[in-house]
């Protein structure tokens, strides 16, 4: 059964840091592009960051994390990590980490499997 599970969304005022988790189970998160999505209130879900399948996996940022989101995968724990660093009030949203054939932060649909997301705050 493919799963994957996010954690590591906290409460945290504006410059702060987290490390948001995605661990994947019933599949190898090597074989697969990861991505990672936010769905703020009101707003529509939009693409962060994502990276690649295979060894020395490429990755995508959106403009708006540039220099303060990082992506990376632990492949013998079978998980993928988005380091966000210098938060702002705007980064809040639910985050979710998605699988699919390749990577790429303009559209969910291209996207197979989901998490349920996890709540990051950032306010002071």
């Known amino acids: 059964q493919v799963q994957l599970v996010e954690s590591g969304g906290d409460l945290v005022q504006p410059g702060g840091s987290l490390r948001l988790s995605c661990a994947a189970s019933?599949?190898?998160?090597?074989?697969?592009?990861i991505g990672w999505f936010r769905q703020a209130p009101g707003k529509e879900r939009e693409g962060v960051s994502c990276i690649a399948s295979g060894a020395g996996a490429s990755t995508i940022h959106r403009n708006s994390v540039l220099g303060r989101l990082t992506v990376s995968r632990d492949d013998r724990r079978n998980t993928v990590y988005l380091q966000m660093n210098n938060l702002k009030p705007e980064d809040t949203a639910v985050y979710y980490c998605a699988a699919g054939p390749g990577c790429t932060i303009s559209t969910a649909g291209a996207y197979n499997y989901w998490g349920q997301g996890t709540q990051v705050t950032v306010s002071s």
């Open positions: 019933g599949f190898t998160v090597s074989d697969y592009a």
